[in-house]
């Protein structure tokens, strides 16, 4: 459709099989340019398709002769090639972009003039252990040894830990121009999907990847336990890198965010990016598809790169034989929630990627549950390999879920007035609450930083205790938007009409949920139906909850006192 | 993998396309029978299609000869072709059950056995007016008559209106095996696609389909204004009625509802159905990946069944130019959350399926208005036909939200004190609250009904203002699972304490949470808090609001108070 724009793929791999099955949906024909009967061949029957490599020149020019818009699957293409062909077709991203972009060393020396923080870096000249030995003493140890070209997925890396190193790393990098880079000490591996068009940038959310054999294995989409701000602020930092090159289409950002919550670029792919695999399902539009759209200048909705749930990619690498990576697929098979994609590429070779799984749920705790017995699968698919020694990344289980109710009291006199609630919670509603002490007079900042910060950890109803001038449930809305429940504590004095005065009569502007004096068993059902409203399996507690009580009223009370009389019965209770 | 059985697919149109596509992601390779370069084989580069058509008997035997299991797109096909076949190659769902389905009339024969309710039929066996007059007598008028056999999107059906249109009914159905069916007087069309595997039958979530010139238009996803109950109820009539046939794979089954609520099956379809196609993005697994596990015996988990958000697909449909309906298509590239799937058919003829688009959203009510001004293009199309005259269905506009938040009060007294908290709710918040009278005191069984029917209409949060013996906050509660937001009006005596202690010294089990004297200010808020908890946009209201107030507090008034002084600011005041 759309004037049936023609668009041909440097690569017939993965990453353009999964292009390839976007464009089938919107009737946009690929010609395709890689070895026969390629991943992405195998779904786009037609006479257009160029036998070859992306790295001869000639077949590149072949392409181009059938198609509008020239794009890529890989940045490691021939970019003199994309340059001589400039002048008959589109080439997006620019070959300038994907010249640059494959040079990791041009890469941050060009990113370096737009500001983008990265790692320290030098460059080696005459690659001696003299002068990495100078290297190191400015960078320090450890550091990392790269070449600036053909390195992907690790190959092209050498850890160089200490000074004894320096030997080693330049045999094993012998021959390749390199750069050196100072150790980034992170917590966490981000990654953003940016998407360049004629006249914006857009950008996926923010993802966490693990890493393992240097190859990702796992993507978390969103990141986990990573607030908005730093969300936010990664895209951003994305989007600014991207807007860096010239040319349109779908560019993977990596980056380092540091203990102190700072980010660093690690790199960029000038490419749709394994990274970005969980769009498929995890939004509205895959990022095949807003590539597709953006090299072809059609509309991109910003709303349909939203996450539509949260979602876990799991890559499916080539085991010891080369149908060991099967076993993983046919588990996968019985994953609640598991889409499958294989990659038809044939027999395996161990560490290749074969094919992913996207695992979608209304909550990360819930995809992180599904997904869990398949990560033992893939964990012990490469326990087998004999190339690989260490010990797998992150078997460590589904996180705990993030909680949804917190509970804090002013004092621990309150806490007993909670037990009753905390109970119920746990026992009835399977509810794990967090627990903490924070009084709104003698822990006043902490107060505040707990409730302000609250939201951002996935609370979503906030229960407060206190007696007498009852400040804390009226503070904490102060610094919250969530829904706070007030208990008011009955003190030693005035019957606690003194803490339910405190806590209700809260001025306009700042709501506080008040229950009865010492009802914590209010206060939980109360988070039980807010969560409820929202969450159809504990709202069906909740009315079960009810009708028991009805039972018991009815059926157990109610004939009892039939049986006995109400004389007997009082003397009996 | 799994053994590489190869399927083989009787019709290679869009249905055999999207099966193709499903195909594809788990390498299981699809042998398609139909014309050269049909939908289906456009995406599936293999050497193992066959070219001819589902009818040819020839065609089908060397189909068989190169698969495990034949299924078909389509339930037209020469089932003597594939009982010959049948001690070849296995055959999903038995081509018995494809038999009995494809001839409306045996069908229905058959489900009645079954217990499954229909609208009253009767045969024709000599199709002549007298013997139709008759059957007019026995099952009144309107009704419709029917073609046993090749019947599908209304072709093969007659509106008998009244015993005039006899003649004209049997000229144009002349030829035909023929069936009069009484008239359904429907409120509307529900749809569940069920998949019967080896050992069970699940199925996926009830909808509601919208026709227009007898052809699929809408599907909604879950149907809209339907209970939990008829949901359930539906899927089991469905699963109930496709037990009763033979073999594997996805069937559609279409319902209507009566006015009562109660349910009458319409038709099965022994395949892949168009009610189906909003399970590829609404659903975790596809209608066509479910047909591919079911017949290839694999595991299908029912939670990847259900839907992950409310979904809404719009066909695309050949309009009076070959190429009119590609204007649909381009217009649904600017609709947020919008996917799109063409069929890649070529030309279009009027009326013809050519593609369709489905839209996801959080609600049904965003999902509705994001594809109303697609739904209204469509229209345009249509208008433009001249094989058609009537008035296009259904374009009435998105629904109303259904409201999030009702608010009920004893009396029309305690209006006024919740004015500025409605006035909050609506022009703050963009909250349009359902409102009501309903006492606790004069109108109880309403107060019961009103809060026991609450939850299913969409409500998650009640605000309940009473005055005096405060009953009706703590009554709504004791009648529903929702959080109840009590509003305590001060009444002529004891200052509103009386209504403060009515409403929070609710006993155990029954939590109402109870705001300040008066402050219906609080009471909005507090609602806007518990669904801000679950709506990142109205957390951010909230947020905002608060920053707004602290701005006035700081900025306005205490500034003025700086520059004028505490005397003559109080003066001003």
Partial sequence: MWNSPKVGILGGGQLGRMMVEAANRLNIQCNVLDAENSPAKQISSHDDHV?????????????????????AEIEHVDTYALEEIASQ??????????????????????????????????????????????????????????????????RGNFHVRTKEDIPEALEALKGRPLYAEKWAYFKMELAVMVVKTKDTVLSY?????????????????????????????????ARKAVAAFDGKGAFGVEMFLLEDDSLLLCE???????????????????????????????????????????????????GAAPDTHLTAAEHALSIPNASIHLYSKGAAKPGRKMGH???????????????????????????????????????????????????????????????????????????????DITSAHRTPTFMAEYSAGAAARGIKVIIA????????????????????????????????????????????????ATVGINNSINAALLAARI????????????????????????????????????EKYFEEM
Same sequence: chains 1, 2.
């Avoid at 807003?290 to 990619?313: C, G, T």
């Avoid at 205790?465 to 003190?491: C, Q, R, S």
């Avoid at 399996?537 to 009815?554: F, G």
Wanted: aromatic content about 4%; hydrophobic content about 40%.
């Fill in 51 to 71: 036998t070859g490599s992306f790295k001869e020149r000639e077949a590149v020019r072949e392409l181009a002769k059938s198609c509008d818009v020239v794009t």
């Fill in 89 to 154: 077709v589109k080439i997006e991203p620019s070959w300038q972009a994907i010249r640059t972009i494959q040079n990791k060393f041009d890469q941050k020396e060009h990113l370096r003039q737009y500001g983008i923080p990265m790692a320290d870096h030098r460059e080696l000249t005459e690659n001696t252990p003299e002068e990495l030995a100078k290297v190191g003493e400015q960078l320090g140890y450890p550091m990392m040894l790269k070449s600036k070209t053909m390195a992907y997925d690790g």
């Fill in 205 to 237: 959310p923010t993802v966490e990847t693990v890493q393992e054999d240097s190859v990702c294995k796992l993507v978390y989409a969103p990141a986990r336990n990573v607030s908005d701000a730093i969300n936010q602020k990664a895209q951003e930092l």
């Fill in 268 to 318: 960029i792919a000038s490419r749709i990016h394994n990274s970005g695999h969980y769009t498929i399902e995890g939004c509205a539009m895959s990022q095949f598809e807003a590539h597709l759209r953006a090299i072809l200048d059609l509309p991109i909705p910003p709303k349909s790169l939203e996450l539509r749930q949260p979602s876990i990619m799991l890559n499916i690498i080539g």
């Fill in 357 to 435: 799984i996207t695992v979608t749920a209304a909550t990360m705790h819930e995809a992180e549950t599904h997904i869990q017995p398949l990560i033992e699968v893939v964990d012990q698919i490469r326990a087998q390999r004999s190339d690989v020694k260490t010990k797998p990344q992150s078997s460590s289980g589904p996180s705990k879920p993030a909680p949804s109710v917190a509970v804090i009291m002013g004092s621990d006199s309150d806490l007993k007035t909670l037990v009753p609630g905390l109970k119920l919670l746990r026992d009835y509603f399977g509810i794990e609450p967090a627990v």
């Fill in 465 to 512: 205790a206190a007696g007498g001038a009852a400040h804390l449930p009226g503070m904490a809305a102060a610094h919250t938007a969530l829904p706070v429940i007030g208990v008011p504590v009955k003190g030693s004095s005035l019957d606690g009409v003194d803490s339910l005065y405190s806590i209700v009569q809260m001025p306009r502007g700042v709501p506080v």
């Fill in 531 to 566: 969560l409820g409203a929202f969450d159809p399996a504990i709202q069906k507690k909740v009315e079960a909850y009810a009708e028991s009580a009805r039972a018991e009223n009815m059926e157990l009370k109610g004939t009892k006192l039939q049986e006995l009389g109400w």
